[in-house]
């Protein structure tokens, strides 16, 4: 039994936030932030919108869902990728659940591996399909990075926006050749606090002193995370593509994290992968956290650039520090 992506969607909000427009609160250009990390502008979503997680997740699920032809009472699990979730408890899954109106009472889980959620979860999500567990899940990644940006802090504010993706996994044992070739997760916790939301939690709940010393917004050390970031993915890559006896010539479309160009082009360029195959689209969204790659695969689906019996290559990192790569045919 293989796992086949059956459909994939997206919903990014239609509220767009430029480097201009950032600029007139803090001290930033348009050309420091292009420069930087090839950001134009963002997506950020409201909770009056419905574009909390759940709401977001739901309108790309449901774009997923009519892709694959599958009724949403179809679903054994949904596996929810999400750093800022809508609520601490229930889970945004179950939240999804109701938004969908699924009701034959499928399995609910929120998975927290940052920005490398939805690689984490397409793994997990393979080994439930590939064992007989589960034949149909909903797998999404969805982020409201706006309500832990801090819009004051320039170090971090131009780096994140929100959105949502989603694909819909099924077993499948034709001939047609999909399937998850093979996949690396790992976690350096050495670095746990290079990137780091501290207040908000068991440790710290948000009290009026959090509020006051500006604790409930994420903090970075942008240059551990970037060198991390490139040195993980393009090892990870590597790895994948030796133990399978593949190179890069095998690889027809690489989607790495969305976080930043400078990051997308190093890790390319050590790993010798042409930049014509690399699907980039940080420019339009920044970075959506766990959503950037289910986006990213939606959008180069929708615009002809990925064809089913397609070799894709995933890779991301993110807080944890976290790190993951998968090999799949389309
Ligand atoms: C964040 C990042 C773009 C910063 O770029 P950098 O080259 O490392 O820049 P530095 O942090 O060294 O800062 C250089 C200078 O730019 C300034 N600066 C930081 N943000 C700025 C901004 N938005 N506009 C203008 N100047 C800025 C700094 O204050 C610093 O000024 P100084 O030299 O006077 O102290 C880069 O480190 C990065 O991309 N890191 C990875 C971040 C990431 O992807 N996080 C998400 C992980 S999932």
């Known amino acids: 039994m293989n796992t086949r992506i059956l459909g994939t969607g997206k919903y990014h909000p239609d509220n767009i936030v430029t480097n201009e427009e950032i600029s007139k609160r803090v001290d930033t250009s348009d050309e420091w932030i292009v420069q930087r990390t090839g950001i134009k502008e963002r997506r950020v979503g409201s909770v009056k919108n419905d574009e909390m997680?759940?709401?977001?997740?739901?309108?790309?699920?449901?774009?997923?869902?009519?892709?694959?032809?599958?009724?949403?009472?179809?679903?054994?699990?949904?596996?929810?990728?999400?750093?800022?979730?809508?609520?601490?408890?229930?889970?945004?899954?179950s939240v999804l659940q109701h938004k969908l109106g699924i009701k034959n009472k499928c399995a609910c889980l929120d998975i927290n591996a940052a920005?490398?959620?939805?690689?984490?979860?397409?793994?997990?999500?393979?080994?439930?399909?590939?064992t007989g567990v589960y034949k149909k899940i909903l797998l999404c990644g969805t982020e409201m990075a706006s309500g832990f940006n801090n819009w004051d802090d320039r170090a971090t504010c131009v780096l994140f926006g929100d959105g949502s993706g989603a694909v819909v996994l099924g077993a499948d044992d034709s001939e047609n050749g999909s399937q998850i070739i093979d996949s690396i997760l790992t976690s350096d916790s050495s670095k746990r606090e290079s990137l780091i939301l501290p207040a908000g939690g068991a440790i710290e709940p948000v009290r009026q002193k959090t509020l006051d010393e500006n604790r409930q917004w994420?903090?970075?050390?942008?240059?551990?995370?970037?060198?991390?970031?490139?040195?993980?993915?393009?090892?990870?890559?590597?790895?994948?593509?030796?133990?399978?006896n593949m190179t890069v010539d095998d690889v027809d479309w690489f989607i790495p994290h969305q976080a930043n160009l400078r990051i997308i082009e190093t890790t390319g360029q050590l790993l010798k992968f042409p930049a014509e195959k690399t699907i980039v689209n940080v420019e339009k969204y920044a970075n959506t956290s766990s959503a950037s790659i289910p986006a990213a695969l939606h959008e180069a689906v929708m615009d002809?650039?990925?064809?089913?019996?397609?070799?894709l290559l995933f890779a991301a990192f993110g807080a944890g520090l976290t790190s993951g790569a998968t090999l799949l045919k389309f």
């Open 115 to 130: 920005c490398t959620g939805w690689v984490y979860g397409l793994t997990l999500a393979n080994s439930l399909i590939k």
């Open 304 to 311: 002809g650039r990925i064809k089913r019996g397609d070799t």
């Open 218 to 244: 994420m903090s970075m050390d942008g240059q551990v995370v970037f060198k991390n970031a490139v040195k993980t993915m393009s090892s990870h890559c590597a790895t994948l593509l030796k133990r399978n």
């Open 53 to 93: 997680p759940s709401g977001m997740a739901a309108r790309a699920a449901k774009i997923a869902l009519e892709q694959a032809g599958v009724k949403p009472d179809e679903i054994d699990m949904i596996l929810f990728s999400v750093t800022l979730p809508d609520y601490m408890f229930p889970n945004s899954a």
